[in-house]
T-cell receptor, first 114, second 115 residues
Framework: DQQVKQNSPSLSVQEGRISILNCDYT??????FLWYKKYPAEGPTFLIS?????DKNEDGRFTVFLNKSAKHLSLHIVPSQPGDSAVYFC?????????????FGTGTRLTIIP | DTGVSQNPRHKITKRGQNVTFRCDPI?????LYWYRQTLGQGPEFLTY????????KSRLLSDRFSAERPKGSFSTLEIQRTEQGDSAMYLC?????????????FGAGSRLTVL
Protein backbone atom coordinates (compact mmCIF):
# COMPACT_ATOMS: atom_id res chain seq x y z
CA ASP A 1 0.00 0.00 0.00
CA GLN A 2 1.18 3.51 -0.81
CA GLN A 3 1.60 5.23 2.55
CA VAL A 4 2.85 8.48 1.01
CA LYS A 5 1.00 9.76 -2.03
CA GLN A 6 1.79 12.47 -4.50
CA ASN A 7 -1.22 12.55 -6.77
CA SER A 8 0.13 15.01 -9.32
CA PRO A 9 2.77 13.37 -11.51
CA SER A 10 3.63 16.69 -13.11
CA LEU A 11 3.20 20.43 -12.68
CA SER A 12 4.12 23.37 -14.91
CA VAL A 13 4.52 26.87 -13.49
CA GLN A 14 5.53 30.18 -15.00
CA GLU A 15 8.86 31.59 -13.82
CA GLY A 16 8.36 34.01 -10.94
CA ARG A 17 5.04 32.51 -9.85
CA ILE A 18 4.36 30.23 -6.90
CA SER A 19 4.78 26.46 -7.22
CA ILE A 20 2.70 24.34 -4.86
CA LEU A 21 3.44 20.64 -4.57
CA ASN A 22 1.14 18.42 -2.52
CA CYS A 23 1.57 15.23 -0.56
CA ASP A 24 -0.80 13.05 1.46
CA TYR A 25 0.03 10.28 3.89
CA THR A 26 -1.96 7.54 5.53
CA UNK A 27 0.22 6.29 8.39
CA UNK A 28 -0.58 8.21 11.59
CA UNK A 29 2.73 7.03 13.08
CA UNK A 30 4.67 9.27 10.72
CA UNK A 31 6.28 12.03 12.74
CA UNK A 32 8.76 13.77 10.46
CA PHE A 33 8.37 14.86 6.87
CA LEU A 34 10.89 15.83 4.24
CA TRP A 35 11.05 17.07 0.68
CA TYR A 36 13.79 15.94 -1.66
CA LYS A 37 14.62 17.29 -5.10
CA LYS A 38 16.06 15.13 -7.85
CA TYR A 39 17.78 16.12 -11.07
CA PRO A 40 18.36 13.54 -13.84
CA ALA A 41 21.37 11.28 -13.27
CA GLU A 42 21.76 12.49 -9.68
CA GLY A 43 20.57 11.17 -6.35
CA PRO A 44 17.79 12.89 -4.40
CA THR A 45 18.96 16.00 -2.55
CA PHE A 46 17.45 17.08 0.76
CA LEU A 47 15.49 20.32 0.48
CA ILE A 48 13.48 21.04 3.63
CA SER A 49 11.82 19.17 6.49
CA UNK A 50 9.18 19.61 9.15
CA UNK A 51 8.48 17.91 12.45
CA UNK A 52 4.93 17.00 13.40
CA UNK A 53 5.04 19.49 16.29
CA UNK A 54 5.11 22.33 13.77
CA ASP A 55 2.73 23.37 11.03
CA LYS A 56 5.12 25.48 8.99
CA ASN A 57 8.82 25.65 8.23
CA GLU A 58 10.55 28.16 5.98
CA ASP A 59 13.93 28.18 4.32
CA GLY A 60 14.45 31.01 1.85
CA ARG A 61 12.13 30.52 -1.12
CA PHE A 62 10.88 27.19 0.22
CA THR A 63 8.10 26.72 2.76
CA VAL A 64 6.58 23.47 3.91
CA PHE A 65 3.13 23.37 5.51
CA LEU A 66 1.83 20.43 7.53
CA ASN A 67 -1.84 19.73 8.30
CA LYS A 68 -1.78 16.74 10.65
CA SER A 69 -5.54 16.39 10.93
CA ALA A 70 -5.81 16.10 7.15
CA LYS A 71 -2.58 14.08 6.88
CA HIS A 72 -1.47 16.52 4.21
CA LEU A 73 1.65 18.54 3.54
CA SER A 74 2.60 20.93 0.82
CA LEU A 75 5.75 22.59 -0.47
CA HIS A 76 5.57 26.17 -1.67
CA ILE A 77 8.32 27.65 -3.83
CA VAL A 78 8.20 31.42 -4.25
CA PRO A 79 9.31 32.79 -6.64
CA SER A 80 9.84 29.82 -8.93
CA GLN A 81 13.06 29.80 -10.93
CA PRO A 82 14.15 27.73 -13.95
CA GLY A 83 16.66 25.86 -11.78
CA ASP A 84 13.76 24.55 -9.71
CA SER A 85 12.76 22.28 -12.60
CA ALA A 86 13.24 18.78 -11.15
CA VAL A 87 11.36 15.86 -9.66
CA TYR A 88 10.25 16.50 -6.08
CA PHE A 89 9.72 13.65 -3.64
CA CYS A 90 7.81 13.86 -0.41
CA UNK A 91 9.07 11.50 2.32
CA UNK A 92 7.99 10.58 5.84
CA UNK A 93 9.50 8.78 8.80
CA UNK A 94 8.47 7.64 12.25
CA UNK A 95 9.68 8.62 15.70
CA UNK A 96 12.37 7.02 17.76
CA UNK A 97 15.33 4.72 17.28
CA UNK A 98 14.95 2.43 14.31
CA UNK A 99 12.01 4.32 12.84
CA UNK A 100 14.00 6.90 10.95
CA UNK A 101 13.92 5.16 7.55
CA UNK A 102 12.15 7.23 4.93
CA UNK A 103 9.02 6.24 3.02
CA PHE A 104 8.80 8.13 -0.26
CA GLY A 105 5.99 9.22 -2.52
CA THR A 106 6.10 8.66 -6.28
CA GLY A 107 7.27 12.18 -7.05
CA THR A 108 6.03 15.25 -8.92
CA ARG A 109 7.91 16.56 -11.93
CA LEU A 110 8.02 20.35 -11.73
CA THR A 111 8.72 22.32 -14.88
CA ILE A 112 9.33 26.04 -14.64
CA ILE A 113 8.47 27.84 -17.84
CA PRO A 114 10.73 30.85 -18.57
CA ASP B 1 34.33 14.97 2.12
CA THR B 2 32.89 14.38 -1.34
CA GLY B 3 29.55 13.02 -0.17
CA VAL B 4 28.16 9.54 -0.76
CA SER B 5 29.94 7.68 -3.53
CA GLN B 6 28.50 4.73 -5.45
CA ASN B 7 30.19 2.40 -7.92
CA PRO B 8 29.69 1.39 -10.61
CA ARG B 9 27.31 4.04 -11.87
CA HIS B 10 25.87 1.73 -14.48
CA LYS B 11 25.97 -2.04 -14.80
CA ILE B 12 24.56 -4.07 -17.68
CA THR B 13 24.39 -7.79 -17.11
CA LYS B 14 22.73 -10.90 -18.46
CA ARG B 15 19.99 -12.64 -16.57
CA GLY B 16 21.39 -15.15 -14.12
CA GLN B 17 24.65 -13.33 -13.47
CA ASN B 18 25.69 -11.93 -10.11
CA VAL B 19 26.35 -8.23 -9.59
CA THR B 20 27.81 -6.24 -6.73
CA PHE B 21 27.46 -2.55 -5.96
CA ARG B 22 29.61 -0.57 -3.58
CA CYS B 23 28.72 2.45 -1.47
CA ASP B 24 31.10 4.73 0.39
CA PRO B 25 29.12 6.92 2.81
CA ILE B 26 30.05 10.26 4.31
CA UNK B 27 32.88 9.34 6.65
CA UNK B 28 31.36 10.57 9.91
CA UNK B 29 27.95 8.97 9.21
CA UNK B 30 27.26 5.74 11.08
CA UNK B 31 23.94 4.94 9.37
CA LEU B 32 23.89 3.54 5.85
CA TYR B 33 20.77 2.79 3.79
CA TRP B 34 20.05 1.01 0.53
CA TYR B 35 17.03 1.97 -1.55
CA ARG B 36 15.78 0.85 -4.93
CA GLN B 37 14.02 3.09 -7.43
CA THR B 38 12.17 1.93 -10.51
CA LEU B 39 10.74 4.08 -13.29
CA GLY B 40 7.91 6.31 -12.13
CA GLN B 41 8.29 5.34 -8.50
CA GLY B 42 9.91 6.88 -5.48
CA PRO B 43 12.85 5.23 -3.73
CA GLU B 44 11.84 2.07 -1.84
CA PHE B 45 13.64 1.05 1.34
CA LEU B 46 15.68 -2.17 1.15
CA THR B 47 17.88 -2.31 4.24
CA TYR B 48 19.95 -0.25 6.63
CA UNK B 49 22.98 -0.52 8.89
CA UNK B 50 24.13 1.23 11.99
CA UNK B 51 27.88 0.82 11.99
CA UNK B 52 28.39 -2.82 10.92
CA UNK B 53 25.05 -4.10 12.24
CA UNK B 54 22.25 -4.66 9.75
CA UNK B 55 19.22 -3.46 11.70
CA UNK B 56 16.35 -3.92 9.27
CA LYS B 57 15.60 -5.61 5.96
CA SER B 58 12.57 -4.97 3.80
CA ARG B 59 10.46 -7.83 2.45
CA LEU B 60 11.58 -6.49 -0.94
CA LEU B 61 15.03 -7.88 -0.16
CA SER B 62 14.66 -11.46 -1.38
CA ASP B 63 17.17 -14.16 -0.53
CA ARG B 64 19.01 -13.35 -3.76
CA PHE B 65 20.01 -10.01 -2.26
CA SER B 66 22.65 -9.59 0.41
CA ALA B 67 24.13 -6.47 1.89
CA GLU B 68 27.18 -6.12 4.08
CA ARG B 69 29.02 -3.39 5.89
CA PRO B 70 31.93 -5.33 7.33
CA LYS B 71 33.90 -2.60 9.08
CA GLY B 72 31.16 -0.06 9.53
CA SER B 73 32.47 2.05 6.67
CA PHE B 74 31.69 1.12 3.03
CA SER B 75 28.89 -1.26 2.12
CA THR B 76 28.24 -3.72 -0.68
CA LEU B 77 24.94 -4.88 -2.13
CA GLU B 78 25.12 -8.15 -4.03
CA ILE B 79 22.37 -9.55 -6.23
CA GLN B 80 22.72 -13.19 -7.17
CA ARG B 81 21.09 -14.84 -10.19
CA THR B 82 19.78 -11.53 -11.50
CA GLU B 83 16.32 -11.34 -13.05
CA GLN B 84 14.93 -8.75 -15.45
CA GLY B 85 12.74 -7.44 -12.62
CA ASP B 86 15.90 -6.43 -10.76
CA SER B 87 16.53 -3.69 -13.31
CA ALA B 88 16.39 -0.48 -11.30
CA MET B 89 18.43 2.33 -9.80
CA TYR B 90 20.04 1.26 -6.52
CA LEU B 91 20.54 4.22 -4.22
CA CYS B 92 22.74 4.38 -1.17
CA UNK B 93 22.29 6.99 1.54
CA UNK B 94 23.91 7.78 4.85
CA UNK B 95 23.06 9.73 7.98
CA UNK B 96 24.22 10.29 11.53
CA UNK B 97 22.24 8.50 14.22
CA UNK B 98 20.67 10.92 16.64
CA UNK B 99 19.13 14.29 15.92
CA UNK B 100 19.91 14.19 12.21
CA UNK B 101 19.01 10.57 11.62
CA UNK B 102 15.97 11.38 9.47
CA UNK B 103 17.90 13.47 6.97
CA UNK B 104 19.53 11.09 4.52
CA UNK B 105 22.26 12.13 2.11
CA PHE B 106 22.00 10.13 -1.10
CA GLY B 107 24.58 9.06 -3.62
CA ALA B 108 24.01 9.36 -7.37
CA GLY B 109 22.97 5.72 -7.59
CA SER B 110 24.00 2.59 -9.48
CA ARG B 111 21.76 1.76 -12.41
CA LEU B 112 21.31 -1.95 -13.10
CA THR B 113 20.07 -3.21 -16.46
CA VAL B 114 19.41 -6.93 -16.69
CA LEU B 115 19.11 -8.24 -20.27
Amino acid sequence: DQQVKQNSPSLSVQEGRISILNCDYTNSMFDYFLWYKKYPAEGPTFLISISSIKDKNEDGRFTVFLNKSAKHLSLHIVPSQPGDSAVYFCAASGYGFGNEKLTFGTGTRLTIIP
Amino acid sequence: DTGVSQNPRHKITKRGQNVTFRCDPISEHNRLYWYRQTLGQGPEFLTYFQNEAQLEKSRLLSDRFSAERPKGSFSTLEIQRTEQGDSAMYLCASSLAGAGANVLTFGAGSRLTVL
